[in-house]
């Protein structure tokens, strides 16, 4: 299905998630998420957890999946009020209102370094997620170049609201802990250009890290 502009677009300018390069590392990201399940014959349910203004939800709609997001921020939810996405005003580290084995498909874009309980959180998920669910984890990689030549001015340690910061190791290890086979991993850089410094991304110093786990 081609990608739909309405999607996207929005009355209020909040921020400008126009840019090519954002809407083209989400479409990557659900690229991958439909290549590991495949063509269902019935509607697949989607959760994203720290949802936000549902940028990343409201393109998986328009792709076809169900869709639920859960939120710490009321105000951001309510620009999904007027959508076909269901809504959950929560506290992922307090549990999901979600019952067991309900879901399809568990994202998780840029916030597990926020949580001070990971652990639990990768709990629920392990708990909300069907047999064979796909689990999306994406966060700053601790083991980025850009950490070791700017430090204390990398973008991972310049938000104050970044409690834990994870390497390739250590976030495996955490979603194994789970009852999560690793599906793949990678280190791509978030600055487009250097996307293209092959054996850089290849030794694992890219600035982001991408998980894909299945849950046994």
């Known amino acids: 299905m081609k990608f739909d502009e309405k999607y996207w677009l929005f009355e209020e300018k909040v921020r400008d998630y126009r840019l090519e390069s954002v ?21 697949l349910f989607m959760l994203d957890i720290g949802c936000g203004y549902g940028y990343f939800l409201r393109i998986c709609f328009a792709y076809g999946f169900k869709c639920a997001g859960i939120d710490i921020s009321k105000y951001a939810l309510e620009r999904l009020k007027n959508t076909l996405i269901d809504v959950m005003l929560a506290d992922a580290q307090s549990g999901f209102p979600l019952k067991s084995n309900s879901i399809d498909v568990v994202v998780m ?37 850009g950490r070791l030549m700017l430090r204390h001015k990398w973008y991972g ?29 990678y280190e791509p850089f978030r600055v487009p250009l250097l996307k293209h410094i092959g054996i850089v991304s290849r030794i694992g110093l890219g600035g982001q890290i991408r998980l894909m786990a299945k849950k046994a």
């Open 109 to 145: 874009l840029e916030v597990i370094e926020h949580l001070e309980k990971p652990t639990k959180v990768a709990k629920e998920i392990s708990r909300v997620l069907k047999t064979n669910g796909i689990l999306y984890i994406t966060t700053p990689n601790r083991n980025a170049l």
């Open 157 to 185: 340690f310049l938000d104050k609201t970044h409690r834990m910061l994870f390497t390739p190791s250590s976030l495996c290890s955490l979603i194994e802990k789970e009852g999560f086979n690793i599906i793949k991993i």
């Open 23 to 43: 809407k083209k590392c989400y479409e990557e990201i659900l690229s991958e998420i439909k290549t590991m399940t495949g063509s269902p014959k019935r509607r």
